[in-house]
């Protein structure tokens, strides 16, 4: 049974850093392209950033871009979000999600396995 158990959330004032890990067990996990979303009560669930499984390439929201990267270690099977600059918009539920196939995508339907999310809130 695969499992991803995001942490590393919590409060922070805008302009500081944070940085997610998420633990995945249950599953060959240098197989599975990984993926961070982001959801705020009453919005969509929104892709954040993704890595290929081998961790030879990612995919950034144009949002995110240049403020966060997402790495992974596949020795440890662990995935990982550092946000930097962060700002009030990036208060969000964040989860770690994993999938399949071929690559990366930014499409929330194409991801099997979600974590439970972990919270971020930036504010002063």
């Known amino acids: 049974q695969v499992q991803l158990v995001e942490s590393g959330g919590g409060l922070v004032q805008p302009g500081g850093s944070l940085r997610l890990s998420c633990l995945s067990s249950g599953h060959t996990f240098s197989q599975y392209n990984m993926a961070w979303f982001r959801q705020v009560p009453g919005e969509e669930r929104e892709f954040v950033a993704g890595i290929h499984k081998s961790g030879g390439s990612t995919l950034y929201a144009d949002t995110v871009k240049g403020q966060f990267i997402i790495s992974r270690d596949n020795r440890k099977n662990t995935v990982f979000l550092q946000m930097n600059n962060l700002k009030t918009e990036d208060t969000a539920v964040y989860y770690c999600?994993?999938?399949?196939?071929?690559?990366?995508?930014?499409?929330?339907?194409?991801?099997?396995?979600w974590g439970q999310g972990t919270q971020v809130t930036v504010s002063s």
């Open positions: 999600a994993a999938r399949g196939g071929a690559g990366i995508s930014p499409q929330r339907r194409e991801y099997n396995y």
